[in-house]
Each structure stands twice: as structure tokens, then as C-alpha cells.
């Protein structure tokens, strides 16, 4: 609900309703005013042919009508017009009879009456002809003038079907958002103008539900006493998923179907009937409140995910507004004193977005229509799994819902029979290992899908932190994942299966969904997060190559992408080539904090090295040998000694902007770059070196010139043969391990 409604004046506050977003009080009264506004318009105020209006307008009836009234015209002249001509006859012929009987003087008069009766015969058929033509005039007039006013009739009574259809979904969606939300409230309750705004009361928590003791540790039970009989809803679940890369398909459109399809999110409230000290409601230590938050971050992740290339890189990266639209990228002006805010805008720029969407790809989750680049569509069943594993994964950090091991089934993953499992991974294995019909989310998808969402809760023991910085050989990294994957009989898209949980569940770990992913964009290293996202797609291959062969795989992948910005050519081969792609890792930085030197400002066999800045005071007067030299208001260049700046043959010369008045505004704020080459190491300039004879300034003998990068990657290869005997020795280390723990 956006946050532009105006406050009533109960002190209630309402919101208005966004193109297709479920709409508030606000929308449903709108659009019953607008249509008792039409109804008034609707009423005609002629009284010439309302029949016309009682049916959509057609022309036809209107000639049909005009000529049924025109033939009734007719039949009203005609039968006046015998009627004056039977009084005028009788009359006459009276008159006749009369002044016959009386003579001829009295002829003469009736002969005259005679005539003035005709006069008047004829003036009354002169009145029945006129009246006759002006009533049909008047009548073609009005039929002609009811005719706008019919095709108005017909264009507003298509208005008023059209919204009586919209009020009746916006009653629906309505009833339904006060029902799924607030938990039979009639009305959103009153806030203050200091609170966030409706958005965030939106995301309220389900109402509070308790278990006795006597069900505790009864998963079947428990749940089923929990849910109270509700089920899941899979139309909506799949309108969920059918519609996440649709444009029109808004945040809070998804909210209220996610809500309304899954009943295990009403079990993050779950508490005990009785109090148990020392025990906790959620094991991770936060609120049932937060537990449900952090759920619908991990949901609206997966949603941002799905929409990438659509908006799905701002929501994720900025977050929403108060109508819950994805924020805009934001302006220059918006980043001067919001740190936040540039790191939320190097998130978004630096973020691989594609092989985020090529992840989803290749879990299964989308298809790509025309082959490998071609447009995207969502793969509905794996969709409907991921839904359900995102809103089911965390349920058992619930306390009061833990199960314990039955004897039938211990030991179970090192717990015996009777003990509590108190991590909720292991309980959600167990649970939907041996009472998959307690989830009702879990028990609706087919066999292919509850198996992948089980091999996500295996207990996988990898650390990604590991491999993105190669701190560990190949056996000690995937061993117990590898086991895992032949266990669970996991293909590649399995693991990327498992991977896309593993990034929603880590992007909504801050309970504060609707401002993106916190997690990921503030309180996350975005190189070690763009590692961990290039090493999804070589890990999806652990399914079928063995552990050395994907950690090679990986080191090669991560060489050929810093390559580019580093010049390091081709993937290094040889003995020591291993030990150089680690190092590399180790770095974990491969962008140039300052780039090279433009073409330009080099000379043919230099090779370019970095500028470092200083932060000391620049003075004519000064300054210092070991100090790089500066232009200033000296009337002698420092560098090469010559008579002033104009006639420097170095790098004053070329680099130094006019002279500043003050330190503080000095153009020369930047040493200039030591030469590779023989001579003063402290000239940069196209021209032929001068011997280091004339030169003023002794060079500092602790600096060296740079040496080019294929010597110095041999140098680095042979101090890495250390690290090499080292790895070797713990990769033996961790054989014998390994051989003992068979053995035993």
C-alpha cells in the first residue's frame, strides 16, 4: 500500500492502490463512488422513447421505433380527419334538409352555411395535415437528438460493468489481504506519523501460535496441531511462479500469494504453551518477528533473482519504495553523504548479473527459449520446489517444533534415540526424511523435486570461503561434499539447485526485506562475493569430476577472468603453476586501484607502473631527496635543476599544471613514476635519457627499477615452491587422516 494516502477523520489512515497491486479501503471506496457517479449520468432525463435505453443502442431500433410512432400519427389523423368530415357531413346535410323545408330564402342562407361548413372542413384538414407534419418532425428531431445521448448510454454502461467486475476483485483482494495479513482485522490499524509506513506493517508477523508439552518432539503432531488444518495452496503457488517474469507482477503481489500458498510460514510464530527456562523460542538467537522477516528476505531475493534483466537488479540492490517499486538508480547529487547509498551503487555496478541468471539457468529454474543467450522463461515445477524449500528451510530453528529421534530410527546423523535434534538442518532432513507428509509445501511436489529439495539440507561441511581464496587442497575442501553428492545420487543441477538457496538464504540473513539485500550489498566484500558467484558454475560440475579436477578448473576460470584486467596472459603451465593461480586467488583483488598509464605517457620498452600518492606538504623550499619532487612556486625546478619550469626537460615539464599560489591547491599533488631505464631515475620523458653525471638529484639507492612482469611472476613461482612443499605436506596429512578414519 503506498504511502500517498491521506489520514480520515477516525484517525485511520489509508493507502492508495498502484496499478496491479492488491488495493486498500481507499481504492475500494474510489471505485464505488466513480460508479454511483456513473449510474446518476446513466439516468435519462427525456421522456420521448426511454425504451431506447434499457438496451444497448442500436440504430435499427431506433428507425424501427421511429416508424411505430409515425404509423400512430397516421392512425390519430386519419381517424380525427373522419371524424370532422362525419360532423361536417351531418351538419350539412341538416342544414340542407332544413332550408329545404323552409324556401328559397332559406336555401339561400343554408347554401351560404353549407360553404362556411366546408371552410371549416377545410381549415381542420389543413390543422390535421400541419399538426400531422410538425408531430412527425418533432419526432425525428427527438430521435435524432436521443441518439448521442444513446451511444453515451452504451459507452457508460461498458464503464459500469467494467467496474462493478473491478469492484468485486478489489472487494476480493481486499478481504483476502485483511485475512491472509492481519488475521480477521477489519481495518489497518491506526500509526503515527514517526513509524515507517504502511509497507513495513505489511510484513507482519502471523498471529502466535502454542503447543502443549505433550505433542513436543512429535513432528506429525506438532506441525499438524500448528498449521490447524491448513493446507497448502498450489494455484497460488504456481501463479507465483508462472508470473515472476512478468512486468506487471509486483513485490506485493507476490507477498500475498507466497502468503497465501504457503502455511508453513505461520509456523515461525510457533512458542510453547508452558515456558521451559533456559530454553529459547528460536534457536538463532533473534525474535519469531525477525526468524519471519529473514524468511520473506530469502523469498524476495529469489523473487529479485528471477527478475533479473527486468528489474530485478535495483530491488535487490536499493530495495523499494513505499508502493513497493523497485527505487531508481540514484543520482550523483543523491550519493554526497550516503556511504550506504555508493555502496548499494557499487554493488549494482560491479554485481555479475548474467552468471546470477545463468545460476537460475542451470539449476533448472529457467529455460532458455532458442538455445544458450536466447530469452528466459520460468521452468514452473522447479520454481514451485525452490518456493517451497525457501519458505520451509528455516521452520526449525523453532524450538518448540524439534523433533526427537525415534527408536526406529536412530542413531540418525550422531544423534541417538530419544535426543532432540537441536540443529535445525539435521531436523529438516529428518523430518522430511521420515514424516514428509508433515510439511504439507514438501508432501505436494512430485518425487524429482522432494529429491533435490532433500539433498539441500545434507550436511554439506564446505566452505566457500576456502576455495575463493584456495586456502585448502582439493580433498580437504570437497571430500565431504563430493560423499554427499554420491550419496544423494545429485546431478549438476542438483548442486546449482543447492546453490541458489544458499545465496537467498545468505542475501536475506538482515530482517529488513524491503531494502534489498543488506547482507549482501553493505555487510559484503563484493569481490569475495563476485568469486563466489564465478565458482558456482564450476562447481556444478563436482557431480561428475572428481575434487582436483574442479579446483583446477576453478583456478584456470579465475585466471582467465582477472587476466584481462591484470595482463597476465594465457593460464600459467609447469610445476609452479599451480602455486601462481593460488596466489592470485589469495589476492582476491584483481581490480587496479589505479590504472596504468595511458599510451600516450609511456615510451617503448617501459613498463608502466603505478602512481603512488603522497600526503605530504608541498614546498618550494622543502623538500626532501627521498621525497618525490613537485612543481610549485619554485623559480628552479627541483627535479633536474634547470633555471625554471618553463625549460625542465622532465616530468615537471610535461605533468605540472601553471604554478599554485598555496600548498593547499598545489596541481603537482602526485609523485612522478620511476623510470625503468638507466639514467635519473627521476625524469619521465620521450627525450634520450641524460647520464646520471648531470644529474642534480642523486637517485635514492634504495629504490629499484621495476622489473617487467614475466620476471617477476618467476620470482613470485619460485618463492611460492614453500607453499607448494606446504600444501603437499597437508595433502598427505590429510590422506593418512582420511586412511585412519577408514581403517576405524
Same mark, same amino acid.
Given at each position: 500500500?503506498?504511502?500517498?494516502?491521506?489520514?480520515?477523520?477516525?484517525?485511520?489512515?489509508?493507502? !492508495?492502490?498502484?496499478?496491479?497491486?492488491?488495493?486498500?479501503?481507499?481504492?475500494?471506496?474510489?471505485?464505488?463512488?466513480?460508479?454511483?457517479?456513473?449510474?446518476?449520468?446513466?439516468?435519462?432525463?427525456?421522456?420521448? $422513447?426511454?425504451?431506447?435505453?434499457?438496451?444497448?443502442?442500436?440504430?435499427?431500433?431506433?428507425?424501427?421505433?421511429?416508424?411505430?410512432?409515425?404509423?400512430?400519427?397516421?392512425?390519430?389523423?386519419?381517424?380525427?380527419?373522419?371524424?370532422?368530415?362525419?360532423?361536417?357531413?351531418?351538419?350539412?346535410?341538416?342544414?340542407?334538409?332544413?332550408?329545404?323545408?323552409l324556401g328559397s330564402s332559406a336555401q339561400h342562407g343554408l347554401?351560404?352555411?353549407?360553404?362556411?361548413?366546408?371552410?371549416?372542413?377545410?381549415?381542420?384538414?389543413?390543422?390535421?395535415?400541419?399538426?400531422?407534419?410538425?408531430?412527425?418532425?418533432?419526432?425525428?428531431?427527438?430521435?435524432?437528438?436521443?441518439?448521442?445521448? &444513446?451511444?453515451?448510454?452504451?459507452?457508460?454502461?461498458?464503464?459500469?460493468?467494467?467496474?462493478?467486475?473491478?469492484?468485486?476483485?478489489?472487494?476480493?483482494?481486499?478481504? !483476502?489481504?485483511?485475512?491472509?495479513?492481519?488475521?480477521?482485522?477489519?481495518?489497518?490499524?491506526?500509526?503515527?506519523?514517526?513509524?515507517?509506513?504502511?509497507?513495513?506493517?505489511?510484513?507482519?508477523?502471523?498471529?502466535?501460535?502454542?503447543?502443549?508439552?505433550?505433542?513436543?518432539?512429535?513432528?506429525?503432531?506438532?506441525?499438524?496441531?500448528?498449521?490447524?488444518?491448513?493446507?497448502?495452496?498450489?494455484?497460488?503457488?504456481?501463479?507465483?511462479?508462472?508470473?515472476?517474469?512478468?512486468?506487471?507482477?509486483?513485490?506485493?503481489?507476490?507477498?500475498?500469494?507466497?502468503?497465501?500458498?504457503?502455511?508453513?510460514?505461520?509456523?515461525?510464530?510457533?512458542?510453547?504453551?508452558?515456558?521451559?527456562?533456559?530454553?529459547?523460542?528460536?534457536?538463532?538467537?533473534?525474535? %519469531?518477528?525477525?526468524?519471519?522477516?529473514?524468511?520473506?528476505?530469502?523469498?524476495?531475493?529469489?523473487?529479485?533473482?528471477?527478475?533479473?534483466?527486468?528489474?530485478?537488479?535495483?530491488?535487490?540492490?536499493?530495495?523499494?519504495?513505499?508502493?513497493?517499486?523497485?527505487?531508481?538508480?540514484?543520482?550523483?547529487?543523491?550519493?554526497?553523504?550516503?556511504?550506504?547509498?555508493?555502496?548499494?551503487?557499487?554493488?549494482?555496478?560491479?554485481?555479475?548479473?548474467?552468471?546470477?541468471?545463468?545460476?537460475?539457468?542451470?539449476?533448472?529454474?529457467?529455460?532458455?527459449?532458442?538455445?544458450?543467450?536466447?530469452?528466459?522463461?520460468?521452468?514452473?515445477?522447479?520454481?514451485?520446489?525452490?518456493?517451497?524449500?525457501? $519458505?520451509?528451510?528455516?521452520?526449525?530453528?523453532?524450538?518448540?517444533l524439534l523433533p526427537r529421534v525415534r527408536p526406529e530410527h536412530?542413531?540418525?546423523?550422531?544423534?541417538?534415540?530419544?535426543?532432540?535434534?537441536?540443529?535445525?538442518?539435521?531436523?529438516?532432513?529428518?523430518?522430511?526424511?521420515?514424516?514428509?507428509?508433515?510439511?504439507?509445501?514438501?508432501?505436494?511436489?512430485?518425487?524429482?523435486?522432494?529429491?533435490?529439495?532433500?539433498?539441500?539440507?545434507?550436511?554439506?561441511?564446505?566452505?566457500?570461503?576456502?576455495?575463493?581464496?584456495?586456502?585448502?587442497?582439493?580433498?580437504?575442501l570437497f571430500a565431504r561434499f563430493k560423499r554427499v553428492i554420491?550419496?544423494?545420487?545429485?546431478?549438476?543441477?542438483?548442486?546449482?539447485?543447492?546453490?541458489?538457496?544458499?545465496?537467498?538464504?545468505?542475501?536475506? &540473513?538482515?530482517?529488513?526485506?524491503?531494502?534489498?539485500?543488506?547482507?549482501?550489498?553493505?555487510?559484503?566484500?563484493?569481490?569475495?562475493?563476485?568469486?563466489?558467484?564465478?565458482?558456482?558454475?564450476?562447481?556444478?560440475?563436482?557431480?561428475?569430476?572428481?575434487?582436483?579436477?574442479?579446483?583446477?578448473?576453478?583456478?584456470?576460470?579465475?585466471?582467465?577472468?582477472?587476466?584481462?584486467?591484470?595482463?597476465?596472459?594465457?593460464?600459467?603451465?609447469?610445476?609452479?603453476?599451480?602455486?601462481?593461480?593460488?596466489?592470485?586467488?589469495?589476492?582476491?583483488?584483481?581490480?587496479?586501484? !589505479?590504472?596504468?598509464?595511458? %599510451?600516450?605517457?609511456?615510451?617503448?620498452?617501459?613498463?608502466?607502473?603505478?602512481?603512488?600518492?603522497?600526503?605530504?606538504?608541498?614546498?618550494?623550499?622543502?623538500?626532501?631527496?627521498?621525497?618525490?619532487?613537485?612543481?610549485?612556486?619554485?623559480?628552479?625546478?627541483?627535479?633536474?635543476?634547470?633555471?625554471?619550469?618553463?625549460?625542465?626537460?622532465?616530468?615537471?615539464?610535461?605533468?605540472?599544471?601553471? %604554478?599554485?599560489?598555496?600548498?593547499?591547491?598545489?596541481?603537482?599533488?602526485?609523485?612522478?613514476?620511476?623510470?625503468?631505464?638507466?639514467?635519473?631515475?627521476?625524469?619521465?620523458?620521450?627525450?634520450?635519457? %641524460?647520464?646520471?653525471?648531470?644529474?642534480?638529484?642523486?637517485?635514492?639507492?634504495?629504490?629499484?627499477?621495476?622489473?617487467?612482469?614475466?620476471?617477476?611472476?618467476?620470482?613470485?613461482?619460485?618463492?611460492?615452491?614453500?607453499?607448494?612443499?606446504? &600444501? $603437499?605436506?597437508?595433502?598427505?596429512?590429510?590422506?593418512?587422516?582420511?586412511?585412519?578414519?577408514?581403517?576405524?
Amino acid at each position: 500500500m503506498g504511502g500517498g494516502g491521506s489520514s480520515s477523520g477516525n484517525g485511520r489512515r489509508r493507502t !492508495t492502490r498502484t496499478s496491479g497491486e492488491p488495493t486498500s479501503g481507499r481504492a475500494v471506496a474510489a471505485a464505488a463512488k466513480k460508479l454511483r457517479d456513473l449510474q446518476r449520468r446513466l439516468k435519462f432525463r427525456g421522456c420521448l $422513447a426511454p425504451s431506447v435505453f434499457e438496451a444497448p443502442f442500436e440504430e435499427a431500433a431506433v428507425e424501427s421505433l421511429y416508424r411505430d410512432l409515425a404509423a400512430r400519427f397516421r392512425l390519430a389523423r386519419q381517424t380525427l380527419l373522419a371524424v370532422w368530415l362525419a360532423a361536417v357531413t351531418a351538419a350539412s346535410a341538416g342544414l340542407f334538409v332544413g332550408g329545404a323545408a323552409l324556401g328559397s330564402s332559406a336555401q339561400h342562407g343554408l347554401l351560404w352555411g353549407a360553404v362556411g361548413a366546408s371552410g371549416v372542413l377545410l381549415f381542420a384538414l389543413w390543422t390535421c395535415v400541419e399538426a400531422d407534419r410538425l408531430a412527425r418532425r418533432l419526432l425525428w428531431s427527438g430521435t435524432q437528438a436521443c441518439v448521442g445521448e &444513446a451511444r453515451e448510454h452504451e459507452a457508460l454502461a461498458a464503464q459500469v460493468a467494467q467496474l462493478r467486475a473491478q469492484l468485486g476483485a478489489a472487494k476480493y483482494e481486499e478481504a !483476502t489481504m485483511y485475512k491472509l495479513l492481519f488475521r480477521g482485522q477489519t481495518r489497518l490499524a491506526s500509526f503515527s506519523s514517526g513509524t515507517s509506513g504502511p509497507r513495513e506493517f505489511l510484513l507482519a508477523a502471523p498471529e502466535a501460535r502454542s503447543i502443549t508439552n505433550a505433542v513436543e518432539g512429535e513432528p506429525n503432531l506438532a506441525i499438524a496441531l500448528a498449521l490447524s488444518g491448513r493446507t497448502t495452496d498450489w494455484d497460488a503457488v504456481k501463479r507465483a511462479a508462472t508470473r515472476l517474469r512478468h512486468r506487471d507482477y509486483g513485490l506485493r503481489d507476490y507477498y500475498v500469494d507466497v502468503r497465501q500458498a504457503f502455511p508453513e510460514l505461520q509456523l515461525y510464530t510457533v512458542t510453547r504453551e508452558e515456558y521451559k527456562a533456559g530454553h529459547r523460542d528460536i534457536s538463532s538467537g533473534l525474535t %519469531p518477528d525477525e526468524e519471519y522477516r529473514r524468511t520473506l528476505g530469502a523469498l524476495f531475493a529469489l523473487y529479485w533473482l528471477a527478475r533479473v534483466g527486468i528489474d530485478g537488479e535495483c530491488g535487490l540492490s536499493f530495495g523499494v519504495d513505499d508502493d513497493w517499486a523497485p527505487r531508481k538508480i540514484p543520482e550523483q547529487e543523491d550519493l554526497d553523504g550516503s556511504a550506504a547509498l555508493k555502496k548499494r551503487l557499487t554493488f549494482y555496478c560491479n554485481t555479475p548479473w548474467k552468471k546470477l541468471l545463468q545460476l537460475l539457468v542451470d539449476a533448472g529454474m529457467l529455460t532458455e527459449r532458442g538455445g544458450r543467450g536466447g530469452a528466459v522463461e520460468v521452468a514452473v515445477p522447479r520454481m514451485c520446489a525452490m518456493l517451497a524449500l525457501t $519458505a520451509i528451510h528455516d521452520v526449525f530453528k523453532v524450538e518448540a517444533l524439534l523433533p526427537r529421534v525415534r527408536p526406529e530410527h536412530a542413531p540418525f546423523k550422531g544423534f541417538a534415540a530419544g535426543d532432540v535434534i537441536n540443529d535445525h538442518d539435521v531436523a529438516m532432513y529428518y523430518v522430511l526424511d521420515h514424516f514428509p507428509e508433515a510439511l504439507p509445501s514438501f508432501a505436494g511436489l512430485d518425487a524429482t523435486q522432494r529429491h533435490s529439495v532433500l539433498f539441500t539440507q545434507s550436511k554439506m561441511s564446505f566452505n566457500h570461503g576456502w576455495l575463493v581464496q584456495a586456502e585448502a587442497p582439493p580433498h580437504a575442501l570437497f571430500a565431504r561434499f563430493k560423499r554427499v553428492i554420491m550419496a544423494g545420487e545429485a546431478n549438476p543441477p542438483d548442486v546449482s539447485f543447492y546453490f541458489v538457496h544458499w545465496l537467498t538464504d545468505l542475501a536475506g &540473513a538482515v530482517p529488513n526485506p524491503l531494502d534489498g539485500s543488506e547482507r549482501l550489498v553493505l555487510g559484503f566484500p563484493y569481490q569475495v562475493l563476485g568469486s563466489f558467484i564465478t565458482s558456482f558454475s564450476v562447481l556444478s560440475a563436482l557431480a561428475t569430476q572428481t575434487e582436483t579436477e574442479v579446483f583446477e578448473t576453478y583456478l584456470e576460470s579465475y585466471w582467465r577472468d582477472a587476466a584481462p584486467r591484470l595482463r597476465l596472459g594465457a593460464p600459467p603451465s609447469g610445476e609452479h603453476a599451480i602455486a601462481m593461480m593460488r596466489l592470485l586467488c589469495q589476492a582476491q583483488s584483481t581490480r587496479s586501484r !589505479t590504472g596504468p598509464y595511458p %599510451p600516450s605517457r609511456t615510451r617503448p620498452g617501459h613498463v608502466p607502473v603505478r602512481r603512488v600518492a603522497h600526503s605530504w606538504p608541498c614546498s618550494a623550499t622543502t623538500l626532501s631527496r627521498r621525497h618525490s619532487p613537485r612543481c610549485c612556486r619554485s623559480a628552479r625546478c627541483r627535479c633536474c635543476a634547470s633555471a625554471s619550469r618553463a625549460t625542465c626537460r622532465g616530468w615537471c615539464r610535461t605533468h605540472c599544471r601553471p %604554478p599554485s599560489r598555496s600548498s593547499a591547491s598545489c596541481a603537482a599533488a602526485r609523485s612522478p613514476p620511476l623510470s625503468a631505464r638507466r639514467g635519473c631515475p627521476w625524469l619521465w620523458t620521450t627525450s634520450p635519457a %641524460p647520464s646520471s653525471a648531470t644529474c642534480t638529484v642523486s637517485p635514492p639507492r634504495r629504490r629499484r627499477a621495476v622489473v617487467p612482469l614475466a620476471d617477476l611472476a618467476a620470482k613470485a613461482a619460485a618463492a611460492a615452491a614453500a607453499a607448494v612443499m606446504a &600444501a $603437499a605436506v597437508m595433502e598427505v596429512a590429510v590422506m593418512e587422516v582420511a586412511v585412519m578414519e577408514v581403517a576405524v
